[in-house]
């Protein structure tokens, strides 16, 4: 046989669940899109099309339905584990699952009816999407978290200098210029086995989005990958339980527009704010002495 | 001649600037994509590609960046009636102008740099977008603001029941179920001539979002429609600039999942948030009197 | 009572079908995307929350799905036309009904299995999707059809110059550019009646595409406008069943890139496709007599 | 120091490049997006913020302009191989580069003004995105060619049964479903020295974009993870230059709607086509005795 099956897995993607909690007048929601991955013992059902061993991924569709209602979502972390646990302890051919959440934020409407100032009623809040991927093959827990879409801006105390020119390098030295980016983050817990205790993942999240935004804002930066830097060690540092995370970080540039010709100065003043391209600044960082197990993505050199 | 033109126009689209205010070190900015329409005397470009009288989509983008220096940027509208007005008054051909305006919010890195706990650090804030569509033709103004994306839900107090059955209906009537929705709406100021004192848009805009909020929450819902309506009116009544105002509101349906097949009771607790097909429900409110101008697009029946 | 309802409409947007013939072993697939929206007596649905008289938009969903087995898609017009009828028709208290329907299109896998050829592999095709609109108030019929995203690039045979020149004019004359759109097209069709013969759909919209095509690409075009005004000229004359076009062009640019830096000449040899801002150009032709029927939608002037 | 710095990248994402080849009145175009990455040392920029040794992203985006130019573009794969050589060759601290590319496909309009039929007129065709990713460490490369989005569905001969059934197991054996998918492939050439002849790219495209159509169409599916891999194995047997391939299947559900509420049957004739959740298939196939160096992803368990 000229070729052999590699690497492969299956699931169901896009999963959303919302869970209501009714404490009286007064609700409390999770809302969640699950994607569910199983691999394992599965070559017949490419080779030959046998689906013996094989959970089919509605099975595992309706087994988030049920676990939000038997099991509750106290975090997006905790609902994976129970899922990822359930599907590798219960199904003999499955010996890993990955579980993959999107936490969709809600803030109560302030004002509303119920006790106390609180109630019924929400609103979608904030532009991130808070992500986790747990993984488990029976024995050991990977607990992937982060965030995606954190746009912020520097308007000021941001260089560019001193860099390589060559045939093809025409940009300027900028020595006060916008520094502004869309946060893509994942950050692995070193928390791996059900014998010591799981973190505090809400807590822990709040700290990490904390420590970004405070590391972009008071590095006074010579270059993206600098602020780069700062924002993960500031997340090392001040989490113990991180051991290692993955900063993707486009440099949305905002060019200074050239007013001369309208006989106008351009102080710092007016900025286009240019789509594509963009720059793609990628780093892991690492506590000393950690592996390095976030895979770099597909599009790492 | 067998055919004729009809009603034409032409313009720039998506133009993007951020405008940077410096008070020492703390920093102002304002985020806009502006894009402008201009309509009069361009027959001949279509007939003949005669560009005489015609004013680039260039120029126009060029306006947008030197009048961000030159007149400032105090709030989308304001902005908007400055381009309007330059572009009629300036141009002999132009016989009426159009800016719309969609404004990104940036809320400041609390803890940031700079006086007084402000500084330079900006993060971006808030899921819905701010729009304005300014019209002028020389002597009347028409400013239609509101707002895109703003996402809400209640847990409870909706009901849909009493409604008309056919051999095609298969709903089961709900006394308790999720309302959920993506406000789009769009008000117009009553506010027309230079003569008379425009409103404050900032405070305007703030009232109208709060409004809409509270009437969503505090709404008993027999019906997406009467949510709509008093959503509307809540708006009209609380600012007797504004004379109308168009919603347009998805039906963001969330389906109560069967559990029964795993022997689980589902108590108003685990559902699936559906994404198509949703239900879409459109509807003017107008001031008692006042004539009904906002279009109600191209979908309306 | 301050306010009072104005324009008002509901229904299902978003339902997705695919019918399947079978002729032995060929089979034929229609794709659609399909909403419904009513509009008539529907006041007290929004003043007091009652639904009597007013039709579940989940209804309409199951009559679509019903529809598509009881009178088969001959067309996507053929089928609007058939719902449309059913809703005014059945219900006392809708006066009026819209159906718009994407139709997705696919092609057939050649040398798949099957007959002659033929059978039941298909690919998606195309790039546009094709769109229509029926309306329908018990008595007479309006249907606009069209396309949506037919990409298409001359690259020569384009100039833009003889424009008006002010203050913030920077650009340059160009007498060999590319020309690039996106088109955007909806052409009505004069028939109205069910006395009246309805046209054939699917020829008419093969000649109007190819109709658009061809003026595209044989225009020696002085300005987009002028491109637009053919285009839309050239599907009126080549279908005595249409009255009124209304097309909708952003203007792709594609700046030539200045190599100078590099020591290269750039002889209109290598382009930056710019996304953003681009142009705008909109406008309707007519049938010499016509009457203005499509809107020009919220963004007009 | 408590942290480090792990593996790390920078480059310019999303460079737009149009390149048009005159040939008296007929014209060729190529439309690609193209990505740089570079990885070497880059320590201080990340430590520091020193960028000496550091070529500025927007030199890489110039470098792509100008190449286009100077070098031409024969194919993607050829365009990216001379990109990454000269950033390795040229800057002593790129260890290693890649080129992502999209290629936008463009047909000729047929009957354009021009010698024999053809000239300068062109519409986009075609629904997928080829793509290709060039690597190049200074002595072996990597080229990883693929597409996106080739959007295939069989209307009979798949069926799906003999599954594990669970306690949250509802759905039913289906012995003749409809089977549809989006086919997102990525495959790889041995090809890795300049020494050795490097493959005609364009034609090993055309012939496993043509493998993957007909094994998708011939094959009696039980599973999709059958189909996917009838599909590889079809690729890598057809082209003795491919050493592995990467398919990426979502399973695209189209389910049978129920219409007996209507006092209707469904034959096999009407579906509805979801749209989440979703499931996804995944799986490398490889030549017997190949090394496995396609990254499955970050979604991998």
């Given at each position: 046989m000229?070729?052999?099956?590699?690497?492969?897995q299956?699931?169901k993607?896009g999963?959303?669940?919302?869970?209501?909690i009714r404490?009286?007048?007064?609700?409390?929601?999770?809302?969640l899109?699950?994607?569910?991955?199983?691999?394992?013992?599965?070559?017949?059902a490419?080779?030959?099309g046998?689906?013996?061993?094989?959970?089919p991924?509605?099975?595992?569709?309706n087994?988030?339905?049920a676990?939000?209602k038997e099991?509750g979502i106290?975090?997006?972390?905790?609902f994976?584990?129970?899922?990822?646990r359930?599907?590798?302890t219960?199904?003999p051919a499955v010996?890993?699952?990955?579980?993959?959440?999107?936490?969709?934020g809600?803030?109560?409407?302030?004002?509303?009816?119920g006790?106390?100032?609180?109630?019924?009623?929400?609103?979608?809040t904030?532009?991130?999407?808070?992500?986790?991927r747990i993984?488990y093959?029976?024995?050991?827990?990977?607990v992937?978290?982060?965030?995606?879409?954190?746009?912020?801006?520097?308007s000021?105390?941001?260089?560019f200098s001193g860099y390589?020119?060559d045939?093809?390098?025409?940009?300027?030295?900028?020595y006060d210029?916008?520094?502004?980016t869309?946060?893509?983050?994942?950050?692995?817990?070193?928390?791996?086995?059900?014998a010591t205790?799981a973190?505090?993942?809400?807590t822990?999240?709040?700290?990490?989005?904390?420590?970004?935004?405070r590391?972009?804002?008071?590095?006074?930066?010579?270059?993206l990958?600098?602020?780069?830097?700062r924002?993960g060690?500031?997340?090392?540092e001040?989490?113990?339980?991180?051991d290692?995370?993955?900063l993707?970080?486009?440099?949305?540039?905002h060019?200074?527009v050239?007013?001369a010709?309208?006989?106008?100065?351009?102080?710092?003043?007016v900025?286009?704010?240019?789509d594509?391209?963009h720059?793609l600044?990628?780093?892991?960082?690492?506590?000393?002495g950690?592996?390095s197990l976030?895979?770099?993505?597909?599009?790492?050199?």
């Amino acid at each position: 046989m000229p070729t052999i099956l590699g690497q492969n897995q299956y699931g169901k993607a896009g999963v959303r669940v919302v869970r209501v909690i009714r404490e009286g007048a007064v609700h409390h929601i999770k809302d969640l899109t699950v994607s569910v991955t199983l691999a394992g013992e599965f070559d017949e059902a490419h080779y030959s099309g046998s689906n013996s061993g094989l959970l089919p991924t509605d099975t595992t569709k309706n087994t988030v339905y049920a676990f939000a209602k038997e099991r509750g979502i106290a975090s997006a972390e905790e609902f994976g584990i129970e899922l990822a646990r359930h599907f590798v302890t219960s199904q003999p051919a499955v010996h890993r699952a990955g579980i993959r959440i999107e936490e969709h934020g809600w803030s109560r409407v302030e004002n509303s009816p119920g006790d106390g100032g609180t109630g019924h009623s929400f609103v979608r809040t904030g532009r991130e999407t808070r992500v986790s991927r747990i993984g488990y093959d029976g024995e050991r827990w990977q607990v992937v978290s982060g965030l995606d879409g954190l746009t912020v801006l520097n308007s000021t105390d941001s260089e560019f200098s001193g860099y390589v020119k060559d045939r093809y390098t025409t940009l300027q030295e900028a020595y006060d210029r916008i520094l502004a980016t869309d946060v893509r983050a994942r950050w692995r817990y070193s928390w791996a086995s059900d014998a010591t205790r799981a973190p505090d993942w809400d807590t822990s999240y709040g700290q990490a989005r904390a420590n970004l935004l405070r590391a972009f804002a008071e590095t006074y930066s010579l270059s993206l990958q600098q602020t780069l830097y700062r924002m993960g060690a500031s997340v090392i540092e001040g989490d113990g339980e991180l051991d290692e995370i993955r900063l993707s970080l486009p440099n949305n540039h905002h060019f200074l527009v050239d007013l001369a010709p309208f006989g106008l100065t351009n102080d710092h003043e007016v900025y286009l704010a240019a789509d594509r391209p963009h720059g793609l600044i990628e780093a892991t960082v690492l506590r000393d002495g950690a592996p390095s197990l976030i895979p770099p993505g597909p599009g790492a050199v």
